[in-house]
């Protein structure tokens, strides 16, 4: 188990959410830097990710970050010497993008919660989850630009899936900032709550998605992650999404319960447990 400690740059807590299952948090944990990415943060937060993967019990995993930020981008300082490095840098930006497949292709919902901060860096982990909460004052932008710098962690290859290949080029060459509310907007928040809600925000939602079927859950999440990430041609779309529903509705017991339930007119009683993925 990745073990919560000052000295750790990442921490987590495991939030129990009724019937055995569990949320599993990702704090950032670097708030003197207000959670600049390193190297080390990157694999750490990918490890979590993994591990979290592999408990049946877990049915969200939420990101947030320690201190008065969620992420301020990469570590710049740190950059100074990783930049003059031809091979360990390209090599850091790789993990950085195995981090955001990761997130993108994983089994479990994903939410981000985002206080202060979330820039260059800090915006594309938010590229790589599924739902993102943000304080009302939040701050979120790419900001590569202002300090000489050029989007290398996904920024260029997903922003404009999210909002359109114009306002991805404003937010990229202008290094602005978008409030909470704008970027809610423009489609990269989820929603807006006031500061000092997100926990109880996260919570219920956590909360709401364990008394989800997980494996409804799992095959509505590939499917549209797939169909999205991939670009695929309409026809391939609707053949993966025809494929998961009838695997899911012939061979998961949530299906029928959820059909009785239905019927009966009773909230339905779905697993507990998520399958784990196959190996």
């Known amino acids: 188990m990745v073990t919560a400690s000052t000295d750790e740059p990442i921490t987590v807590e495991q939030t129990p959410l009724g019937r055995g299952t569990l949320s599993y948090d990702i704090s950032l944990n670097r708030p003197e830097t207000l959670n600049a990415l390193n ?9 979590a990710v ?3 993967e592999a408990m049946p019990e877990v049915r969200v995993v939420t990101l947030r970050g320690n201190g008065r930020s969620f992420c301020s981008g990469g570590d710049l300082n ?5 930049q003059k490095d031809p091979v360990a840098f390209p090599q850091f930006v790789h993990d950085f993008h195995a981090l955001l497949l990761r997130m993108i292709r994983s089994s479990l919902p994903t939410v981000a919660l985002v206080h202060g901060h979330a820039t260059a860096g800090g915006l594309e982990l938010l590229l790589g989850v599924d739902v993102v909460l943000a304080e009302r004052s939040a701050l979120i932008g790419d900001c590569h630009i202002n300090f000489g710098q050029m989007g290398g962690g996904g920024t260029l290859s997903l922003l404009a899936r999210y909002v359109g290949v114009r306002r991805a080029t404003d937010l990229i060459l202008s290094g602005r900032m978008l409030t909470a ?5 423009w489609g990269l928040v989820t929603e807006v709550v006031d500061d000092g809600d997100l926990p109880r925000r996260s919570l219920e939602l956590a909360g709401q998605l364990a008394r989800r079927s997980p494996g409804a859950l799992t095959a509505a999440k590939r499917v549209l992650r797939q169909a999205w990430s991939d670009s695929l041609p309409l026809e391939s779309a609707l053949a993966l999404e025809q494929q998961a529903n009838a695997f899911y509705c012939l061979n998961d017991p949530d299906a029928q319960a959820g059909l009785q339930a239905f019927g009966d007119k009773q909230e339905p009683e779905f697993s507990a447990l998520r399958a784990l993925p196959a190996r």
């Open 78 to 82: 740190g950059y100074v010497d990783l």
């Open 39 to 47: 190297w080390s943060m990157v694999k750490a937060i990918h490890d």
């Open 50 to 52: 993994d591990e979290a």
């Open 181 to 185: 509310e704008a970027a809610l907007e």
